[in-house]
């Protein structure tokens, strides 16, 4: 499929930009334009993607852990000063080649829903150029990512899964462009929602991300805008909306109309749907209250003209080179609580086969402490959530553990052996992306999987 060629990167710039800082007002609020033209996809039923960006680089080592005597000891000795002690550990139900697992005792709920098989560990995940051999890594053959190990670099990569290259549009926005016409009936709403404002993962040729907060019914109207006790304000706005004949100020004109429109519908919608709202308690943190309105969205999803959606959040302060064990200690029982919250008000809704949770971070961290804590590394582990998800199980594959082990870049950071794109793929398959289009959401996925084959990239989503 051809895409309409998106606005130069300076115009679309102006145009956020313009928009963000004209008030209050718009600060949070985003809009779409009208997705191109696509094939007909899979766009039957509702289902959601729910993407938690650990922003920083999360040690992942500390979040699933081997827990069988051999591999436990291992990593005791990897790890030093940063190892958990075996008898926190919240053990998982799940064999792989005779090694046993466990996560991190804040992360019990996870440990729970993955043992009742409805969550998943993606191990040894990350950012790959090309399939990557040991023989390569050994040899000085092998390709890299573009600034490896850059927090800048990563995180964007990651949204974008195109670590050679650099672009402005994400996996998400890639999907809309293909998929918002035909699955959501409301046209000035976007399918991809966010509570960590704008990013490139929600980002496509056509469609980008409508931001909010986690208060109220998410955005901030104009001040003073149709307030019966400012009609002079309502009027001159409206004067300063009209048509003018300076394509920019017209263009400027056009999405601050439409930014002031689509927020009232979408605080109307909020407001009906919380008429029948979801019940299920959440906790005060920060990340849980992101993922209370999320269900609320969700909850308004038939008000919004919604089949598909993708939401976005930021989980910060990942990047532990000091006092790993503290900060997690209080940072990840934070996440496992919205986590589990959040899959408890989808069972309320009965959307827990609809909706999946899935999170990403700039990257892994080194297996060896630094003294205080963990750097930078290269591949990660990843949850994923839901019940559509083959839960239960550990996709991928953990790094042995084993001194001069060939995928070992050096203080315990290892190559991947799976990518973003194979990652991607899958969730996009289940997402309702046609086969012959993952090429245009993950245009690297040729690299890893047949996009003809029969068999799933990785396994970890029933596509029924």
């Known amino acids: 499929m051809t895409l309409t060629r998106s606005p130069s990167p300076s115009r679309r710039r102006f145009l956020k930009q313009a928009a963000l800082t004209s008030g209050a007002a718009l600060s949070p609020a985003l809009w779409t334009q009208s997705a191109v033209a696509a094939p007909v996809q899979d766009v039957s039923g509702y289902k959601a993607l729910v993407c938690v960006l650990l922003a920083g680089g999360a040690d992942s080592y500390n979040m699933l852990v081997p827990n069988d005597a051999m591999y436990y000891g291992r990593y005791r000795d990897f790890r030093a000063d940063l190892a958990l002690p075996q008898a926190s550990l919240v053990p998982l139900n799940a064999d792989l080649g005779g090694r046993q697992f466990a996560t991190h005792p804040g992360l019990a709920g996870v440990a729970n829903a993955f043992n009742n098989g409805s969550a998943a560990w993606i191990m040894d995940t990350g950012l790959l150029v090309e399939p990557t051999s040991n023989a390569a890594l050994l040899g000085g053959t092998a390709k890299y990512p573009l600034g490896l190990y850059s927090h800048s670099d990563q995180i964007a990569q990651w949204q974008t899964s195109i670590p050679d290259g650099r672009t402005g549009t994400g996996v998400a926005g890639r999907m809309a462009d293909l998929l918002s016409s035909a699955?959501?009936?409301?046209?000035?709403?976007?399918?991809?929602?966010?509570?960590?404002?704008?990013?490139?993962?929600?980002?496509?040729?056509?469609?980008?991300?409508?931001?909010?907060?986690?208060?109220?019914?998410?955005?901030?109207?104009?001040a003073g805008y149709n307030d019966p006790d400012a009609v002079f304000l309502?009027?001159?706005?409206?004067?300063?909306?009209?048509?003018?004949?300076?394509?920019?100020?017209?263009?400027?004109?056009?999405?601050?109309?439409?930014?002031?429109?689509?927020?009232?519908e979408f605080g109307a919608a909020l407001t009906a749907a919380d008429t029948n709202p979801v019940t299920t308690p959440f906790s005060t943190s920060e990340f849980s209250q992101q993922m209370q309105m999320i269900a609320r969205v969700i909850n308004a999803r038939s008000n919004l003209g919604a089949s598909r959606q993708t939401f976005f959040v930021v989980f910060g302060g990942w990047d532990h080179h000091d006092e790993v064990l503290n900060n997690q200690a209080d940072m990840l029982p934070q996440l496992d609580a919205g986590l589990t919250e959040f899959q408890t008000a989808m069972a309320e809704l009965g959307l827990s086969n609809s909706v999946t949770t899935f999170t990403i971070s700039d990257f892994g961290r080194t297996l060896t402490s630094n003294g205080r804590g963990s750097d930078h590394g290269w591949s990660g582990?990843?949850?994923?959530?839901?019940?559509?998800?083959?839960?239960?199980?550990?996709?991928?594959?953990?790094?042995?553990?084993?001194?001069?082990?060939?995928?070992?870049?050096?203080?315990?950071?290892?190559?991947?052996?799976?990518?973003?794109?194979?990652?991607?793929?899958?969730?996009?398959?289940?997402?309702?992306?046609?086969?012959?289009d993952l090429t245009t959401v993950v245009p690297n996925i040729g690299r890893f999987y047949d996009v003809n084959a029969s068999a799933a990239p990785i396994g970890f989503m029933r596509m029924g």
């Open 381 to 436: 582990h990843q949850i994923v959530l839901g019940g559509a998800v083959e839960g239960g199980q550990l996709y991928g594959s953990y790094p042995e553990l084993i001194v001069n082990e060939t995928r070992d870049q050096g203080r315990g950071v290892y190559a991947p052996t799976l990518s973003t794109d194979e990652f991607y793929a899958e969730l996009a398959r289940w997402f309702g992306v046609a086969d012959g």
């Open 183 to 222: 699955a959501n009936s409301n046209a000035n709403l976007s399918m991809n929602v966010s509570l960590g404002g704008s990013n490139v993962w929600q980002t496509g040729a056509e469609v980008v991300e409508y931001a909010i907060n986690a208060g109220g019914t998410g955005s901030e109207p104009l």
């Open 234 to 264: 309502t009027a001159a706005v409206d004067s300063l909306l009209g048509v003018d004949t300076n394509r920019w100020r017209n263009e400027y004109s056009r999405r601050l109309r439409g930014a002031i429109d689509a927020g009232a």
